[in-house]
């Protein structure tokens, strides 16, 4: 089939990508209209998804997915949506290799662009207080990790009533105890 064709092209590139994509990315190595330089951020995101999924592939989606996040974070600015999508996919990327320091980063400029965008007490915030706990976990930071699992119950609390919150409490008291 046809996609089997494309997929076969892209996973010979693999090897291309990594030598030659630093995962730094930078945006002074794309020329052209605003519209083509994003039409080029996009290719590299939909590209560094396919290498993120693949287990030897981390370095190419580390190298086209920073390129990508460069290039949005410069034309669309830090905060847009769009800029905030490439870092939550570079992310979990970052945590994978072992860039823990730099995943942390990136989720806490998300955590601050959403935050920005859509309220401080926001139920939506929860996935980026999740993925910020989880990073903490991994460092050994387990204080900070349960005060920010204890914002999202308030933000869930705040959010959905206290009914709701009170049923959940028993089953996360449940899962802390297993755990």
Known sequence: SIEA????????????FTETL??????????????????AAN????????????????YAAAGLLSSALAIRRDILGAEHADTVQIALMLGPVYQRMGRLDDAEKLYLHAFHA???AKG???PELSLYIKLLADIYEAQGRATEAQA?????????????????YAANQVRDRRLDIDR
């Open 5 to 16: 064709f494309y997929a076969r092209l892209v996973s010979a590139s693999r090897v291309l």
């Open 22 to 39: 630093k995962p730094t990315g930078n945006p002074e190595y794309f020329e052209g209209s605003r519209e083509s330089k994003l039409a």
């Open 43 to 58: 290719d590299m995101a939909a590209s560094g998804g396919y290498f993120a999924i693949k287990s030897d592939g981390l």
């Open 114 to 116: 959403q935050e920005k």
């Open 120 to 122: 401080a007490n926001n």
């Open 148 to 164: 920010l699992n204890e914002h999202m119950r308030s933000l869930f609390r705040d959010a959905f009533g206290a009914q709701r």
